[in-house]
């Protein structure tokens, strides 16, 4: 009888918790991205994230963007961004925009075979791969270094939406850390790597 009541319990909670956080995966990137953005060969859309906020529906974009770890720090919109730490802006149209200019995409010629790497691997696990499964939607994040929790222009911690491990996905050993500022329409990730 109480392992029937936890089996209850359980679908309950995790229908609860998939009905509020709808998840879109591996969307096309001329539906994801700006079209400036739209033909880049080395920003991957991992998923659109419906979620409700205070009573308030947001879709929330989450892609993995393969940069040069050699970046001009100047190609980031906002000054303390980088290649582990940078956003995207939720247009009105339900695009996203990236913080970064279009040049921070370009890749070294030795660099090119990661990216192809990344391509095929991206590429082939899309379809066999069950993405509600890689995204964990916790209280708070389970940090693989510092706690680095951004905070908005008041000092406030911005809201955590998910988590989730990149390597199989992308072949890039990482966590990315999705948080999200509501007054600015930002959706900011943090990479950490182990």
Not at 77 to 102: A, R, S
Not at 135 to 150: K, M, R, V
């Amino acid at each position: 009888m109480k392992i029937a009541q936890f089996l209850i319990i359980s679908t309950f909670i995790s229908c609860t918790v998939l009905g509020q956080n709808q998840i879109e995966s591996f969307p096309k990137l001329t539906s994801f991205i700006i079209k400036e953005f739209s033909n880049s060969d080395n920003i991957f859309p991992i998923a659109s994230i419906n979620i409700s906020i205070d009573k308030k529906s947001y879709k929330i974009p989450i892609a993995y963007s393969l940069l040069h770890y050699s970046i001009d720090s100047t190609y980031f919109v906002n000054k303390k961004d980088n290649i582990d730490n940078y956003c995207f802006e939720i247009l009105t149209n339900g695009l996203c925009k990236p913080l970064f200019k279009k040049e921070a995409l370009k890749l070294p010629p030795e660099y090119l075979q990661f990216l192809e790497r990344t391509k095929n691997n991206y590429d082939s696990i899309k379809s066999k791969i069950n993405l509600s499964n890689y995204i964990n939607f916790l209280t708070e994040p389970d940090w693989w270094q510092n706690d680095a929790t951004p905070k908005d222009d008041e000092g406030k911690p911005l809201k955590f939406i998910c988590q989730l491990e990149l390597k199989d996905i992308t072949t890039d050993d990482c966590v990315l850390y999705i948080f999200f500022d509501k007054k600015k329409m930002l959706v900011r990730q943090i990479y950490q790597r182990d």
